[in-house]
């Protein structure tokens, strides 16, 4: 999501519970939630570390754990759509 000053900043947002309304997505976080998460470092093949995901997972209130599972058992809104985004 683009964010700050001309749009020139970016900011990950959780996928789950977004939806696409018309030709953009929503997510269920105001902008300002958004705008305060915390700044990560993307590696060259945009990958986030372990660590990076966790604070982000805690900033917006996401069981870390939780989606964790999921994904590895292949249930849930984890499994279907990774929970970080650009």
């Not at 749009?7 to 953009?24: I, K, M, Q, R, Y």
């Amino acid at each position: 999501m683009k964010t700050g000053l001309f749009g020139t900043s970016e900011s990950f947002v959780p996928l789950h519970d977004a939806a696409v309304v018309e030709d953009h997505l929503e997510v269920p976080y105001d902008k300002d939630k958004v705008k305060d998460a915390p700044n990560v470092d993307v590696d060259a093949g945009g990958h986030l570390s372990e660590q990076e995901e966790h604070r982000l997972y805690e900033h917006y209130g996401i069981d870390w754990d939780a989606a964790w599972q999921q994904a590895q058992s292949g249930t849930g809104p984890a499994a279907a759509t990774p929970p970080r985004t650009r």
